[in-house]
């Protein structure tokens, strides 16, 4: 799962890692599974990839449609924070 949402957020091992102050190679072990998370690094991943933690155990799978969730991955994708602004200000209009 975390892999998956790693990229969903477009962030690289090494990214992810620099962000969260571990090796890149502990988060390839989270990834394959060969080492377990404790929950402050859990916390501390789900906030660096802008998810809750509930999301790792699939409670965000299956809440929204293919149309929504195309949605969140497009408003993440957007890398310019004024384009985010502007987006968010186009819905709640």
């Known amino acids: 799962m975390l892999r998956k949402l790693r990229?969903?957020?477009?962030?690289?091992?090494?990214?992810l890692a620099e962000i969260?102050?571990?090796t890149?190679?502990?988060i390839q072990?989270?990834?394959?599974?060969?080492?377990r998370m404790n929950?402050?690094?859990l916390q501390a991943i789900a906030v660096a990839i802008s998810v809750p933690v509930g999301a790792?155990?699939?409670?965000m799978e299956g809440s929204l449609t293919d149309e929504e969730q195309k949605l969140i991955n497009g408003y993440r994708?957007?890398?310019s924070p004024e384009v985010r602004k502007f987006v968010l200000q186009s819905l709640t209009k």
Do not use: C, H, M, P
Not at 29 to 35: V, W
């Open 39 to 41: 929950t402050d690094r």
């Open 56 to 59: 790792f155990f699939g409670e």
């Open 29 to 35: 072990q989270y990834e394959n599974g060969k080492t």
């Open 24 to 26: 890149f190679q502990l």
């Open 7 to 15: 990229k969903r957020k477009g962030l690289t091992q090494e990214q």
């Open 77 to 79: 994708a957007l890398s």
């Open 20 to 22: 969260t102050g571990v």
